[in-house]
């Protein structure tokens, strides 16, 4: 018996050996190592970018976010904006792309609501994404790539063989998996599991000249930022992807800074913070707008979002405005100080709220104090000691 199973065992790495050498060009047969020939630079194709810096053909990328944020929406507008070849929310993308979005969690009739408000929000007609657009659920047809069982991990070939047939016949060019983890049925904090699983889409991704979007939910951060690190499970996702993302929601602290604590929407940040083939990429923010379809049903739809300048419509007129106002009052730098702070006259001048602008107020403040339109002065305080003001410094022309 024990010698039938050690058959068994070589008669499976010889199967596995084969298909290894298979994936090899036949003009090399079995032969290793092989001999690094320079090449031109010129004449090595540029990077296949599809979407930004994020989606590249034969490669897989990796979406990480809480439950809540967006990240869905972010995926299903930025499907539109390749399907349509439109720059939706502000990111490059290729022309004449067909994606293909399979979401594992929600109905058909949902995936219609979002997408379709994602449309009317856009302003995306039926036309420009007809033949490119393709929806499938988890509700209608599961999806399964690999099992766990009592030997390991179980690569489910027949399930990749038929995605990729699909792939390959309404030529797709991008997949979105939403999420990860209903993709298979492995022990997700495997890493040897987890690692067997990316790299089974890693080689989907080569074999159909596609890119493939894996979104995935983090671990719980107890409130902390989340990074693309703070996913769950096993860190193998991440390290077999070539460009990672995470969305965070807004901290409270820059919704009070930005004017936005009365503003109920959803606003989030993403931050490229894992990317192999190109410069990480600076922090963008999103907003999750609420569109109303005819049906009655409200429906959050992502949108660009660009913090607020300090400045915005600010200008040297309204400057010399507030130097005339604060000329001879010498009101107090502390905005501590109740009526007597500068930024009150700021804010009477300009029209803004003292209390929900105050902290805009106070880098107008600070910026015009470095740049000598306004200056520090003192003036003898309630208890007679110095206190510190601002007065006006080189005056502002128009």
């Known amino acids: 018996e024990a010698s039938g199973v050690m058959a068994r065992d070589f008669s499976d790495m010889a199967m596995q050996l ?3 050498r298979a994936e090899f060009p036949r003009d090399r047969g079995d032969r290793l190592p092989t001999e690094f020939v320079w090449r031109d630079p010129s004449s090595i194709p540029p990077r296949p970018w599809v979407y930004g810096h994020h989606l590249i053909r034969k490669q897989v990328s990796v979406t990480v976010a809480p439950g809540g944020v967006g990240k869905s929406s972010l995926t299903i507008c930025e499907a539109l904006a390749m399907a349509s070849g439109r720059e939706l929310l502000g990111d490059w993308t290729a022309k004449d792309l067909k994606v293909w979005i399979y979401n594992l969690e929600d109905p058909r009739d949902e995936m219609d609501r979002r997408i379709i408000a994602a449309m009317q929000h856009h302003e995306v007609s039926p036309q420009e ?10 509700r209608e047809r599961t999806l399964t790539t690999a099992v766990q069982t009592r030997e390991g991990v179980q690569i489910i070939k027949p ?7 699909e792939i390959e016949a309404r030529g797709i060019d991008v997949l979105v998996i939403d999420p990860f983890v209903s993709s298979h049925q492995a022990a997700e904090n495997d890493n040897g599991a987890i690692d067997l699983v990316a790299k089974e889409w890693a080689r989907l991704a ?6 493939i979007e894996l979104v995935h939910h983090t671990r719980k951060t107890n409130g902390d930022e989340a990074t693309t690190e703070s996913g769950r499970g096993a860190s193998a996702l991440l390290a077999a992807a070539r460009s990672g993302r995470v969305l965070n929601k807004m901290d409270p602290t820059l919704r009070e800074e930005w004017g936005l604590m009365d503003d109920p929407s959803t606003y989030f940040a993403i931050t490229r913070d894992k990317s192999n083939l190109a410069p990480a990429g600076k922090r963008e923010w999103r907003r999750m707008a609420t569109v109303s379809l005819a049906n009655g049903d409200n429906v959050g739809v992502c949108e660009v979002w660009t913090p607020p300048d300090t400045f915005d419509g600010v200008t040297a007129r309204d400057l010399l405005a507030v130097q005339t106002a604060i000329d001879g009052k010498n009101p107090r730098y502390s905005d501590q100080t109740g009526d007597d702070w500068a930024g009150v006259i700021v804010a009477e001048v300009l ?3 003292p209390s929900a602008d105050r902290k805009r107020i106070k880098r107008m403040i600070e910026t015009w104090l470095k740049s000598g339109a306004l200056v520090k002065g003192q003036k003898m305080g309630p208890i007679r000691k110095p206190v510190p003001t601002v007065e006006v410094g080189e005056w502002a022309t128009e």
């Open 18 to 20: 084969d298909a290894h």
């Open 129 to 138: 994404i007809a033949g490119r657009l393709y929806v499938d659920t988890g």
């Open 159 to 165: 399930e990749l063989d038929a995605l990729a047939n």
């Open 206 to 211: 080569d074999r159909c000249n596609c890119a």
């Open 351 to 353: 029209g803004l709220d």
